[in-house]
């Protein structure tokens, strides 16, 4: 999950902007393990519920690792930007389709979800092309929170009914901060990106340096 709670048009970058580099390795990591997960998962091989939350579980763990080295090795680029969040809706959309196909999740809470995702990458996509990086907010963080606490739920609750309740109840909080935080993405890209120009507008009449 990406870090950071505000949108910012320069944000601090490493002295070395390395595309490729331990942090975004990790990222590269966690999209690979998707098709394995949809796979073991799909598959139904004997106990591929148990292996295909071993398998969640490790890319989640890869989205903390990628942060916390990025963090500490100051190597937080614009490659890690644009690509973490990716994929982690890669891997979530990944895990939901499975469990619609699975009968676990009701297709349309899945639909919703996938809608939301689609949304804000759109957004996301267009504000980097005008030079401005949405960064994740508390909302974004806690909604992928909730996603990987539901889906580990719904997933373990094949063989241990007793958690079907818990995962449910998880699945609707995903819902609510879904659409919370896709309300969120939608307000700062119009302040940051369709408002800005705006903003900058009565500056064009000012006299002011040559270009």
């Given at each position: 999950?990406?870090?950071?709670?505000?949108?910012?048009?320069?944000?601090?970058?490493?002295?070395?902007?390395?595309?490729?580099?331990l942090p975004n390795a990790l990222t590269v990591l966690?999209?690979?393990?998707?098709?394995?997960?949809?796979?073991?998962?799909?598959?139904?091989?004997?106990?591929?519920?148990?292996?295909?939350?071993?398998?969640?579980?490790?890319?989640?763990?890869?989205?903390?690792?990628?942060?916390?080295?990025?963090?500490r090795r100051n190597e937080v680029t614009r490659l890690?930007?644009?690509?973490?969040?990716?994929?982690?809706?890669?891997?979530?959309?990944?895990?939901?389709?499975?469990?619609?196909?699975?009968?676990?999740?009701?297709?349309?809470?899945?639909?919703?979800?996938?809608?939301?995702?689609?949304?804000?990458?759109?957004?996301?996509?267009?504000?980097?092309?005008?030079?401005?990086?949405?960064?994740?907010?508390?909302?974004?963080?806690?909604?992928?929170?909730?996603?990987?606490?539901?889906?580990?739920?719904?997933?373990?609750?094949?063989?241990?009914?007793?958690?079907?309740?818990?995962?449910?109840?998880?699945?609707?909080?995903?819902?609510?901060?879904?659409?919370?935080?896709?309300?969120?993405?939608?307000?700062?890209?119009?302040?940051?990106?369709?408002?800005?120009?705006?903003?900058?507008?009565?500056?064009?009449?000012?006299?002011?340096?040559?270009?």
């Amino acid at each position: 999950m990406t870090v950071g709670e505000a949108s910012t048009i320069s944000p601090p970058l490493s002295p070395r902007d390395r595309s490729f580099n331990l942090p975004n390795a990790l990222t590269v990591l966690r999209i690979f393990l998707v098709p394995l997960l949809v796979v073991v998962l799909l598959t139904r091989i004997e106990g591929h519920v148990y292996f295909g939350a071993g398998i969640f579980a490790l890319a989640v763990l890869t989205d903390y690792l990628d942060g916390f080295f990025a963090r500490r090795r100051n190597e937080v680029t614009r490659l890690g930007i644009l690509l973490d969040p990716l994929a982690d809706k890669l891997l979530t959309a990944a895990a939901f389709l499975s469990l619609v196909e699975m009968g676990v999740v009701p297709a349309w809470v899945v639909m919703i979800v996938l809608a939301r995702e689609l949304a804000v990458t759109g957004l996301r996509n267009l504000a980097a092309g005008r030079g401005v990086l949405i960064r994740a907010s508390g909302l974004g963080k806690a909604k992928m929170a909730a996603q990987v606490a539901a889906i580990l739920l719904l997933l373990l609750s094949r063989p241990m009914p007793a958690l079907r309740v818990p995962g449910l109840v998880a699945l609707v909080v995903v819902g609510a901060v879904t659409l919370l935080s896709g309300a969120d993405y939608f307000l700062r890209f119009w302040k940051d990106v369709v408002r800005a120009p705006a903003r900058a507008d009565p500056g064009k009449d000012a006299p002011g340096p040559a270009r």
